[in-house]
């Protein structure tokens, strides 16, 4: 049976990425593009001109550039396959039917700006802009009539696990194989169910999101199948080191067998973890009347472990059905933000 990290459902949905003509970066001399990646841009836009290098976000593997086309300005990041996302400038403000949108929401009260078109890898169309919130930059992304805001500036996906830094590929690849020693260490299940995993690998890669930061850093939203049972979430910067990791110990809940019921995932927070997490939380605007005295969101907050690599996250509502899904490192420092709403 898969069980799956409750708030993955949105992650797994939602992304964005800045528009060409302020992507943040101070302006460099045009990179010498490789034949496949020119190659890439024209199979999917033939009328493309003026291409243009503009930096090597993963050495020798992935590109971002810019170019036009049908009069539009464009900047696209492209990996070692496929364009993994393209952004086209729009050339107006954010429509007032947004704007009203954003306005009616528990984050309201910023300025949204740099109104821009995003199209996927996967032909999805999205719309995102600018949001400056109490000082705070964020980006904001209007999807499927849902509105996302995230913490990071930038963002592209990749199923290849051949355009991520080779220290990630490396600690994935040492545990794509089985690891029979932990699976008979897990005493809540049957041998039926041991049996069942034991020749599965340990971890085998799935996708990726690669966020930009603001300060130019990056860092690897990596999703793994963990044991052939879940996938699971890791969060890698650019040196291999995880930052945050998803639900692992959650399979110590699991129920005996695999038989299609969901495994009664129990909080263990310690009562100074919710103490802190409460003060955090009542510390910030944008989380005002999100909270840990709910009790479904204490019940959906966790402090997640795999090896020796702890993380916390907090998946919260309000009473507007808003979502916040917050990812805190070992030492309480929020690493990962994505607010929802519909």
Known sequence: ??????????????????????????????????????????????????????????????????????????????????????????GEAVPDSLVAQVGRLAIRGGKLSNYRKIVYFDDRVAYGADYELNGVKYTVLFLYGNVTLYNFESQYESKNIQDLPVSIQQYIAARNKPNPEFVNSLTNLNEVSRQYIIKNNELTFRQCMVQLLPDGSKQYYVWVSFLGTTDLPVLFNEKGEILWTGSFNRIRQFEQDFNGSPALWLPNLTSKEITYFRDVLAGSSEFLGFNLDNFMNFSRSYRNEYQNNVGYELDLYNDKNERWSLCYNRDKKLVYSIYNAQ
Do not use: W
């Open 1 to 90: 049976m898969r069980f799956f990290l409750l708030f993955a459902i949105v992650l797994l949905a939602i992304h964005g990425c800045k528009s060409p003509e302020n992507h943040g970066t101070t302006p460099q001399p045009s990179l010498e593009l490789p034949q496949s990646v020119q190659d890439l841009i024209y199979k999917s836009y033939p009328s493309a001109t003026n291409l243009k290098g503009l930096s090597e976000v993963e050495q020798g593997r992935v590109y971002e550039l810019s170019f036009e086309n049908n009069n539009a300005g464009y900047n696209a990041i492209v990996g070692t396959s496929s364009i993994l996302r393209v952004a086209a400038t729009v």
